[in-house]
């Protein structure tokens, strides 16, 4: 019996379309999402899985007029000895210049021989032990840099791979980029809390699936008692403070399938998917424990602050149509509080009305 082998050249073939078809399934996971931190490890994750590298990291610049590129939280397996801010690529560095008008990989031996202007960047990324650079590209631009280690089973990374790779970036690159948009026409930029109309859109998601499951849904409502008299004693920047410190502990203290959101000038909320009251009176007792505990310094002044906090349920009756009828309970809940002397947390009941 004589076995016949396939072809080398029909088994590049095979490969190419195997790629393919990976990058089509990898385009429609990237681009089903707008959640940025999701898109960062999805990027890194296939990378991981498709290269077979056990380090991959990822730089991006953190807003639209930033000057540098920086190490992105949640990076795979390198082996970091200073903290992960320290480790950023300049925006003019010759390895960005390089990669604006070479849409290629790069490997650690290539930077050498094709740059050689002397580079900070690749000094830092050698000693962490990067092997592989590849842009990540949007709109013409390079707005990231994908940073690969060795190989788990040795030796370079081929032509298919890095060709792979390459084409994985532009789809990430297009992805985080419009995640970055979104990110931030939603989000409250002194806060970092979602936005009100953030908060308004959401909150009509979670009402319709409470309604139609039957879950259990609670909001919060929280009001910095007397900021007034933080702005007017130590001025706007200290007032400020107070507001990115109180924002700080709602994003610390919000459950996963929570959001805590800006309102509006000193009032936040928080929307908490499956919360009963009990729970979501427990919560909202917490954060008012951490916000009295806490001391808010400016300029080496020492600010207190206090807090309350008005909850309200979902009511499958009053609450399906409109956002308006919860979000006023829970208003008028905080305002028991701060008529019975502030710093409290309320459960709004009908002898609030």
């Not at 498709?50 to 930033?66: G, K």
């Not at 309970?329 to 002898?351: F, T």
């Amino acid at each position: 019996m004589v076995e016949y082998g396939i072809p080398d050249e029909i088994q590049n073939y095979e490969k190419k379309i195997y790629d393919q078809r990976q990058l089509i399934e990898i385009s429609r996971a990237l681009n089903s999402t707008l959640d940025y931190e999701y898109l960062i490890q999805a990027v890194l994750d296939i990378c991981l899985a498709q290269v077979q590298t056990l380090q991959a990291a990822l730089f991006l610049t953190p807003d639209m007029d930033a000057d540098e590129m920086r190490l992105m939280h949640g990076y795979k397996g390198f082996d970091l000895n200073q903290p992960e801010s320290s480790y950023t690529i300049l925006i003019d560095s010759p390895l960005v210049n390089f990669f604006e008008t070479n849409n290629k990989s790069l490997t650690v031996a290539e930077f050498t021989e094709k740059i050689n202007r002397p580079d900070p960047a690749f000094d830092m990324l050698r000693s962490i032990g990067v092997e592989l650079l590849v842009p990540l590209r949007a709109k013409g631009k390079v707005n990231g840099i994908i940073a690969l280690g060795e190989k788990a089973v040795g030796g370079e990374y081929n032509d298919s791979e890095r060709g792979f790779l390459v084409d994985l970036a532009s789809l990430g690159g297009i992805a985080v980029e419009n995640a970055r948009l979104y990110e931030r026409a939603t989000v409250d930029m002194m806060t970092g809390l979602k936005n009100n109309a953030y908060f308004q859109s959401r909150l009509k998601e979670e009402r319709d699936k409470a309604r139609k499951r039957g879950t259990p849904l609670a909001v919060m409502f929280t009001d910095v008692d007397k900021f007034k008299v933080f702005n007017d004693t130590y001025g706007h920047q200290a007032g400020d403070e107070v507001l990115k410190s109180v924002a700080r502990v709602l994003i610390e203290s919000a459950r996963k399938s929570d959001f805590a959101a800006r309102y509006g000038g000193e009032e936040f909320c928080l929307v908490m998917p499956g919360a009963s009251a009990d729970v979501a009176v427990g919560m909202a007792e917490a954060v008012r424990q951490r916000i009295e505990a806490m001391t808010v310094i400016h300029e080496g002044k020492e600010m207190k602050v206090t807090m309350s906090i008005g909850v309200a349920t979902f009511d499958p009756e009053l609450d399906a149509r409109s956002n308006k009828t919860m979000v006023e309970r829970a208003d008028k809940a905080l305002y028991a509080c701060k008529r019975n002397g502030r710093n409290q947390v309320q459960l709004y009941r009908k002898e609030m009305e």
